[in-house]
């Protein structure tokens, strides 16, 4: 998609229903930090124990913190996306909307806001596997352009490592980091990927969403699913940005 002027460049199944995984985040990203302030991404929240259970019962991936932690918000956002944590999805949803349902609630009304309501639904922050929690891969790229227009989420998203701030439980800190953009980083030297989020569940195996800005400076996104490996979808998304961005 040419995310200037939204227009389809290339597209396979492109409005298919698909269900998103982890880029599921993305929009728990946006709608959390559009409740938020950079005034406030330094203030402290207690990780519950709710929120690694939730991980934990689920069989989610996680970003690492520790019942009764004291982190950032701002270690909490980049611990939503890039080690895809599903205790910092979980605490971000309550902090920000006090409960899950309430967040869940908020999701969609941003989806109505955004024009997808057709053909998008979600029914937990984390991406796990639930047929009502669905979209396509248009909606997915109506998804991440609006998070990008975030300054918040625009951080966030185009990092390649983020270090935690020092804790009593990490005295060092959690360091993160996205695969999925430092291994494109390696692979794909024409102009700049400036925000992913990768994905999987069994029902769309892998699956990524990323922002592109090519050497011209225009600015393009790519969704894909079904790949059989992580690392197909580095290649599959450099595949469409050398052939058809320009």
Not at 70 to 87: K, M, Y
Not at 144 to 165: D, F, G, P
Request: proline fraction near 2%; aromatic fraction near 8%.
């Amino acid at each position: 998609v040419n995310a200037d002027d939204g227009a389809i460049i290339a597209s396979k199944n492109a409005n298919e229903k698909m269900y998103p995984a982890s880029m599921t985040k993305v929009m728990t990203l946006l709608v959390a930090a559009e409740k938020l302030n950079n005034e406030s991404l330094g203030q402290k929240i207690e990780i519950s124990i709710e929120a690694t259970d939730y991980s934990f019962k689920n069989d989610c991936s996680a970003a690492g913190f520790l019942v009764g932690e004291q982190v950032t918000i701002e270690d909490l956002l980049n611990g939503i996306i890039l080690p895809s944590g599903a205790e910092a999805a979980y605490q971000a949803a309550i902090m920000t909307s006090g409960t899950l349902e309430k967040f869940v609630d908020d999701m969609n009304k941003k989806v109505q806001e955004l024009g997808i309501s057709q053909t998008t639904h979600f029914s937990n922050p984390v991406g796990i596997f639930d047929e009502n929690n669905y979209s396509t891969a248009c909606d997915m790229a109506v998804i991440l352009h609006a998070a990008m227009e975030n300054e918040i989420c625009k951080k966030v998203l185009s990092a390649r490592n983020y270090t935690t701030s020092c804790t009593q439980q990490h005295p060092q800190g959690i360091t993160f980091s996205s695969k999925f953009l430092n291994r494109i980083d390696r692979k794909f030297g024409k102009g700049k990927v400036v925000g992913a989020k990768t994905g999987y569940v069994n029902q769309s195996r892998y699956c990524a969403v990323s922002m592109y800005e090519s050497e011209a400076n225009k600015k393009y996104i790519c969704v894909t699913g079904m790949a059989g490996k992580a690392w197909q979808t580095v290649y599959d998304h450099i595949a469409f940005y050398q052939n058809y961005c320009k």
